[in-house]
Structures are given as C-alpha cells and as structure tokens.
C-alpha cells in the first residue's frame, strides 16, 4: 500500500500526561524529513488547534494549527455548519467554548432555552452539571457528545474519566441516547480528515485505541497501526473485534515500518 500522509493520535501516542514518549519526536522529525504530510489527530476536545501546538511546542514537538484536528475542533465546525441558527447549550471546558465560539456558534447559558445539548469532558461537571443536561433535553433538542472516550490515559498508569462518561450520564439520567456522538471514529471526522488530506486511501492512522484509532482507520480505508503505548495490551489486541494491519512498540518504531519510498 503507497502512503504519503500519516495521521498521529496524541494521547497515548505522542505524549501520556505530561511526558512526551521515547523517540515519538525523533519519528515525527523523521516522516517530516521524508516528506510525509501528517496530521494530529486527537479525541481530546479541550484545546484549540492553537492551544495543541503550544502543547506540542512544550514537548519539543513542532506542528501547525491546520495539522491539528480534535474532538472539539470536528464538534464546532459541525454545529457551525448544521445548527448554524440555534441556541447551544454546552457542557464541557473552557478549551471547548472557545473553541464554540471562534467557530460563530450561538451559545446559551440557559437549558431550556436549548435547541442543542453538547456533553464533553469537564474537570468540574458536577450534579447542577447533570440537572442541567436533564432538563436540557426535551423532544425537539438535538444531543450530540464531542466524542466517545470513556477514559484516557494518564502518565501515572491509571485511566481518567473522560467526554464519553459524561455523555453517558447525562443520557442515562435523561433516557436518551445521543443523536451522533462526534469524533473518532464517526464519519464526520472521517469526512473532515479527507478535507485537510483528500486521500484517505494513501494514509496511514497510528494511535493506541482500538475503538478509535483503529476503528476510525478501517472505516476511512486507511492502514492501521496500533501503538502498545497507552491503553492497549497484546491481550486487548487479541480479544478485539477490530484487528489493526500492524502493532508496534511505539511512534518510534514508525519510521522503520514505513520505507523510503512510503510504502508498508
């Protein structure tokens, strides 16, 4: 398979918490020398694609905004496009407001003046969090999750609430399911993805999530390769329904998998 773009998860890829991963810079580097197109690709939707590079920036690691698309990133444009008319109401963190707002969605503080619930990930969501997201939903609003992430990983080993416990419950309380839940691996970020790269077919996606990374992949018809350095084990990669092309140890292994001429 010819390859000549690369889509690079963050969390559990480049970097787990606040430490960047053993030799992820000294990879990325390397595809940048061998003059892959990359984009930054991440389920975490509580910073803009400029708070991603200071991030990256942080770690040594250089990228532009147009190299980055998140979670947050996929759910502003979204709305901006479909609910361009209607009140938001928003549960999620400042990165994401932000986000809302730079992209000229109308955001309400009142849910019952909602015609649209968003429910992402947020240090403080509380019980007037939940009450709110409840009475939020009547028959007419729309309900829409920035993404589908349980937990993430932290550089501490253990896993952390993420977007996905909180969509979960907010529609538990309110008996609902969410109408579309909107990063990876939805076909919405399948098709924004194509935006920025127009050739889904000659790229590969490496990350470390089955149930994102891997799955958003085959669903793009992208090759598949799983990272062992976040949340998944040789044993998840064997139980799973979803089977990546290849494993490796980590971003560092990359390179040597993709040859000079960008094939795999």
């Known amino acids: 398979m010819d390859i000549d773009a690369v889509v690079v998860d963050l969390d559990g890829t480049v970097y787990l918490g606040d430490e960047l991963l053993a030799g992820a810079r000294e990879a990325i580097e390397t595809l940048r020398e061998r003059g892959y197109d990359l984009l930054f690709v991440t389920n975490n939707p509580t910073r803009s694609?400029?708070?991603y590079v200071d991030r990256l920036a942080d770690l040594g690691v250089e990228a532009t905004a147009s190299e980055i698309l998140s979670a947050g990133t996929v759910t502003a444009e979204f709305l901006a496009d479909r609910h361009a008319a209607d009140a938001v109401f928003a549960i999620g963190s400042d990165g994401l407001f932000t986000q809302l707002d730079d992209a000229g969605?109308?955001?309400t503080a009142d849910p019952q003046r909602a015609?649209?619930?968003?429910?992402?990930?947020?240090y403080q969501f509380d019980y007037e969090d939940l009450t709110h997201g409840l009475w939020a939903l009547d028959d007419e609003t729309a309900f829409y999750g920035t993404d589908r992430d349980l937990t993430y990983p932290?550089?501490?080993g253990r896993e952390y609430p993420g977007s996905g416990a909180i969509t979960r419950?907010?529609?538990g309380v309110a008996e609902r399911e969410p109408d579309r839940v909107l990063g990876k691996p939805s076909g919405v970020m399948v098709e924004l993805i194509a935006d920025r790269l127009a050739r889904p077919e000659r790229c590969c996606i490496v990350g470390d999530s089955l149930d994102t990374d891997i799955a958003l992949g085959e669903r793009a018809g992208m090759a598949t390769v799983l990272v062992?350095?976040?949340?998944?084990d040789h044993v998840a990669v064997e139980d799973a329904p979803v089977a990546p092309d290849y494993v490796l140890d980590g971003l560092a292994d990359l390179p040597a998998?993709?040859?000079d001429r960008g094939t795999v």
């Open 257 to 259: 998998l993709l040859d």
């Open 154 to 156: 932290d550089d501490d």
């Open 49 to 51: 694609p400029a708070g």
């Open 228 to 232: 062992l350095s976040g949340r998944t």
């Open 105 to 107: 969605v109308t955001t």
């Open 115 to 122: 015609d649209v619930l968003v429910t992402s990930h947020c």
């Open 169 to 171: 419950a907010v529609a």
